[in-house]
């Protein structure tokens, strides 16, 4: 059983930053790849990026809204990953989740590959 739990949410203004983190439990995290998933009220849970494990390199993708403005990394020493956000956007406002996939070879973007999810951290992005 791996346990997530996410902090570093808050308000902030247009053109702001925000880091976020996702301390998970287990002994074998750098075998896990993690993912960060967001979702606006009223819309279905998407894919904002994910770091593979380290059979694949800890290779990062990104869903193209956020590309070059967020960053995702992960401290394998402390169990640790995070969401650098920069440059934020009204429309990045959305809860922010954090998730763990334990398998190989997963579809890195859809959110049905991942085992565990944390509970969530509120971004709101003012104008």
């Known amino acids: 059983q791996v346990q997530l739990v996410e902090s570093g949410g808050g308000l902030v203004q247009a053109g702001g930053s925000l880091r976020l983190s996702c301390a998970a439990s287990?002994?074998?995290?750098?075998?896990?790849?993690m993912g960060w998933f967001r979702q606006a009220p009223g819309k279905q849970r998407d894919f904002v990026t994910a770091s593979t494990g380290s059979w694949s390199g800890y290779s990062t993708y990104y869903a193209d809204s956020v590309k070059g403005r967020f960053t995702i990394s992960r401290d394998n020493a402390k169990n640790t990953v995070y969401l650098q956000m920069n440059s934020l956007k009204p429309e990045d406002t959305a809860v922010y989740y954090c998730?763990?996939?334990?398998?190989?070879?997963?579809?890195?973007?859809?959110?049905?590959?991942?085992?565990?999810w944390g509970q969530g951290t509120q971004v709101t992005v003012s104008s």
């Open positions: 998730a763990a996939a334990t398998r190989r070879g997963i579809r890195w973007a859809m959110d049905q590959e991942y085992d565990y």
């Open positions: 287990g002994r074998t995290f750098s075998n896990y790849a």
